[in-house]
T-cell receptor, first 115, second 116 residues
Framework: NAGVTQTPKFRILKIGQSMTLQCAQD?????MYWYRQDPGMGLKLIYY???????DKGEVPNGYNVSRSTTEDFPLRLELAAPSQTSVYFC??????????????FGPGTRLTVL | AQTVTQSQPEMSVQEAETVTLSCTYD???????LFWYKQPPSRQMILVIR??????QNATENRFSVNFQKAAKSFSLKISDSQLGDAAMYFC?????????????FGKGTLLTVNP
């Protein structure tokens, strides 16, 4: 049971480039989330999904897109990278949204630098 | 909007001693969840303990316990018998109980150093 996995671990992008951050979980969790963590700050929610085919915006969605075609995978796409997107990105999952089983389990993170 | 404040950017403790990390939050909700997450240098976010607001009893997990004061909107974490492996950044987080927004609202974190 690998839990939540993320690839790549590190990436450097040039301004204007695009990339997809991969996230997968093998716990059969329905809910998945993308957060970003800027230096000296807590995590902020970018997007989340309550199940395959259903996604919704968090508090900082601008510049990102997501899709959820399967229960296991929840990729995050950056279309036109900007220096403001330099951050550490965390993917998380939970069995359900509220109540027992709603604890969010996090992946190891992807450190992204945009130059 | 909910906010979470951790007023101690850094704390240190001697190995085997006890340390308390502070967290306050602001919300108009009556039912919600509070969490403490640990982030070691590996960056992995690890859930330490959770507290449901409707429960008066403070949560405990082995050496970790909380002091939940709902009226004061305070949620502190006590680490007893501190170990070198406890050294990490600790984040306090809030999540509302109902509705469709499942986001966690995090504080800025407290960096805990454990001295041998």
């Amino acid at each position: 049971n690998a839990g939540v996995t993320q690839t790549p671990k590190f990436r450097i992008l040039k301004i204007g480039q695009s990339m997809t951050l991969q996230c997968a979980q093998d716990m059969n969790h329905n809910y998945m989330y993308w957060y970003r963590q800027d230096p000296g700050m807590g995590l902020k929610l970018i997007y989340y999904s309550v199940g395959a085919g259903i996604t919704d915006k968090g508090e900082v969605p601008n510049g990102y897109n997501v899709s959820r075609s399967t229960t296991e995978d929840f990729p995050l796409r950056l279309e036109l990278a900007a220096p403001s997107q330099t951050s550490v990105y965390f993917c998380a999952s939970s069995l359900i949204g509220i109540g027992v089983g709603s604890e969010q389990f996090f992946g190891p993170g992807t450190r992204l630098t945009v130059l | 909007a909910q906010t979470v404040t951790q007023s101690q950017p850094e704390m240190s403790v001697q190995e085997a001693e006890t340390v308390t990390l502070s967290c306050t939050y602001d919300t108009s909700e009556s039912d919600y969840y509070l969490f403490w997450y640990k982030q070691p240098p590996s960056r992995q976010m690890i859930l330490v303990i959770r507290q449901e607001a409707y429960k008066q009893q403070n949560a405990t997990e082995n050496r970790f316990s909380v002091n939940f004061q709902k009226a004061a909107k305070s949620f502190s974490l006590k680490i007893s018998d501190s170990q070198l492996g406890d050294a990490a950044m600790y984040f306090c987080a809030y999540r509302r109980s109902g509705g469709s927004n499942y986001k966690l609202t995090f504080g800025k974190g407290t960096l805990l150093t454990v001295n041998p």
